[in-house]
């Protein structure tokens, strides 16, 4: 598609922040009014439009489309993703530890085990660690605590956690990456702890590393969307 305006502004309304392309409000993809929590983000949004050239590129609306993805999906059934994500306490990669006689355990413990740590810590929940194959289901009361945890949510800001805690494919992490002062690359590092391991033994596979400067993209990228739409420095 080629580019068809000229111009891109960001305005503020009574219900919030809004982009017009020459004048025109912008809808999501789902057909609702686009309107967004914060200036800064919808500032992220414009800029998406205003990078574009001559032909309009659909991959290079990366932040629209999570903001599109929160109004269109998110909002209309918070319960549904909430349901998703406490599935990913249950299956939470940084719990699932090798051996305590392997190396790999001892890497495991230096840097996963603070970040759990600090999760139980931060929203008063002790989550099963697990060496081997056997599956040890969180506790009813741990599940009922994040739940209500995630119910506070905003939907923009449960549409980038549901990113970034399925690219690491842990809430974990996710959870963490909520934080203020977060360090994104630390948190990506940890989630690919275990790949970076099999790379030292093994080496790297190029096909593999382009894939993951992909995600390392959207992940990075949904904790920039969060802290814009929570307007967080």
């Known amino acids: 598609m080629k580019r068809f305006y ?16 020459d004048g025109r409000p912008l809808k999501t993809q789902g057909g609702q009014p686009q309107v967004l929590p914060s200036e800064r ?22 932040f629209r489309d999570m903001a599109d993805y929160a109004l ?20 939470d990669t940084l719990c699932f530890r090798a051996d305590p ?18 999760m139980e810590a931060r929203e008063d929940v002790k989550l099963h660690r697990i060496s081997g194959i056997l599956h040890r289901p969180q506790t009813e009361e741990t599940r009922a605590r994040l739940a209500n945890r995630l ?18 494919a842990s809430l974990c992490i ?3 990456a909520l934080e203020p002062h977060a360090d994104g690359e630390a948190l990506w590092d940890a989630a690919n702890l275990e ?4 790379a030292e033994l093994w080496g790297r596979d190029e096909e593999a590393e382009e894939r993951r400067a992909k995600r390392k993209g959207d992940f990075l990228a949904a904790i920039e969307f969060t802290r814009a739409a929570r307007a967080l420095t």
């Open 6 to 21: 000229k111009d891109v502004s960001v305005a503020k309304t009574e219900l919030g922040w809004t982009i017009a392309l």
């Open 41 to 62: 983000l919808a500032e992220m949004l414009a800029e998406e439009w205003r990078a574009q050239g001559e032909e309009i590129d659909p991959a290079a609306f990366r």
């Open 72 to 91: 269109d999906v998110v909002a209309k059934d918070t319960s549904a993703l909430v349901e998703k994500l406490l599935g990913y306490a249950e299956t």
């Open 101 to 118: 006689e392997d190396a790999l355990y001892r890497r495991q413990q230096e840097v996963w085990e603070p970040i759990v740590l600090g």
């Open 151 to 168: 119910d506070t949510l905003d939907p923009f800001t449960l549409a980038a956690l549901e990113q970034t805690t399925s690219l690491a």
């Open 174 to 176: 996710g959870l963490e």
């Open 195 to 198: 790949e970076d391991w099999q």
